[in-house]
Every structure is written in C-alpha cells, then in structure tokens.
Nanobody, 115 residues
Framework: QVQLVESGGGLVQAGGSLRLSCAAS????????MGWYRQVLGKQRELVAG???????NYADSVKGRFTISRDNAKNTVYLQMNSLKPEDTAVYYC?????????WGQGTQVTVSL
C-alpha cells in the first residue's frame, strides 16, 4: 500500500534553513509527479512546490526563490530545501502525488520558524 514518510522538520530561527525528506513506497515513484504541501491548523492544505517525473519544478509565489524541490528516483525520495525561512512558513509539511493526491497522507513533519 501507499506509504509516505516525511522527516526533517524542526524549530529554526527566521532566516535559517531546513531540508525535508519524504520517502515513498508502494507507488510507481519515478513515473509520478510529486509535491510538497503544507497545512496550518484550521486552514486548508496548500501546495508549496511540485516536481514532475522529468524534473520540472514549480513553486507557490510565497516560496519562490527560497525553496527548492528535488527528487532521487533511485531512493524513491523527494526533498524540499527551505532557505530564508520566515515565521509564516510555520506549518506541518506533507508530500504526496501532484495534481491528484493519494487519499493516504503521511504524518507530516512540523516546521516552526521563530522570530
């Protein structure tokens, strides 16, 4: 079955960096476009960044120039490098398939950015 395991979150000061990882199993990883999403308690989950099977990327305007998504098909893993973090980046971050996410969502990884 589908399994998505996110890791790498933590507490960081504004201006700092974090690198998130998402290990996928039970899916045809290399043929799927993947995305990183985030959710603040009480708000809808939003798409932050996406990467196609061919490596093309796109980003939400709020993170463009600060976040970089990448993938390692040999490891079935997608990454999110987050630089110049801001307090408004505080959220739980999830990975999932792009466009049509799986019904299954992992536990996510908490990112907290302090002033």
């Amino acid at each position: 079955q589908v399994q998505l395991v996110e890791s790498g979150g933590g507490l960081v000061q504004a201006g700092g960096s974090l690198r998130l990882s998402c290990a996928a199993s039970g899916i045809m990883f290399r043929t799927n476009a993947m995305g990183w999403y985030r959710q603040v308690l009480g708000k809808q989950r939003e798409l932050v960044a996406g990467i196609t099977s061919g490596g093309s990327t796109n980003y939400a305007d709020s993170v463009k120039g600060r976040f970089t998504i990448s993938r390692d098909n040999a490891k079935n893993t997608v990454y999110l490098q987050m630089n110049s973090l801001k307090p408004e980046d505080t959220a739980v971050y999830y990975c999932n398939r792009l466009a049509i996410p799986y019904d299954y969502w992992g536990q996510g990884t908490q990112v907290t950015v302090s002033l």
